[in-house]
């Protein structure tokens, strides 16, 4: 017989985004409050519906602009005019995990350095950066401490995979580099680490960890003093994207 799309029910599919970055030395990620329904003015992660003419990489790289002003890392770019780094990172289709009608979503994974605040446009609000145990708790709070729902949709079960994915593989990769400026000191990357994982770190045992594998970090040449003290020697990410032996996360 004959293909007839009319034989199957009609679904939609979004992408959201878990966009991580560290403020004031802790994990936050991007909620924005919605302006319509459903869920109209709960906090829940940015995203929207893929359009017809877009695959889902290209819906992603469209709502992270549109949130957050940024463009995905493009690998082929030269450094310095590289984005924010975006992965997929799981699907998501339970049949009602959606209200309006069935709804798949991709979420996408995002890691920027530390970002300005954010705007809210389109059925959105407001917006904000929030520590991501503060949107993970039962009940969460706003931003003035009063007491709020918990994320709209599935959102909170999407944040808690995306948090995890960014906890687990800063332990072999060079992740926790996307969330540093273009040059920095092993002190910040450090702090990034802390901030990832909640935890404090040994200085000394950490430094000679990043730097013990060839290509991990490339010293700039330069010095700086941003973070007082003595002036501290400036790297960059290096072209070795897996650090060896790997820097297995602490128990808490």
Known sequence: MPYDPSAFPPFAVTVDLVVLTVRRHALCALAVRRGESPFQGRWALPGGFVRED??????????????????????????QDNGAHLEQLAT????????????VSVAHLALAPDLPAPRAGGDVSNARWAPVEELLQQGGYGRDSEPVAPLAFDHAQILADGVERARSKIEYSSLATAFCPSE?????????????????????????????????LVPTGGTTTRQGGRPAQLFRAGGATLLNPPMLRPEV
């Open 92 to 103: 998501y289709g339970d049949p009602k995990r959606d209200p309006r009608m069935r709804v």
């Open 184 to 216: 920095f000191t092993v002190g910040e990357l450090r702090r990034v680490y802390e901030a990832v994982w909640g935890v404090a770190l040994d200085p000394r045992n950490f430094h000679r960890k990043v730097t013990g594998t060839p290509g991990f």
């Open 54 to 79: 877009e695959d889902l990489s290209q819906a992603a790289a469209r709502e992270l602009a549109e949130e957050t002003g940024l463009r995905a890392h493009d690998p082929a770019a030269p450094s």
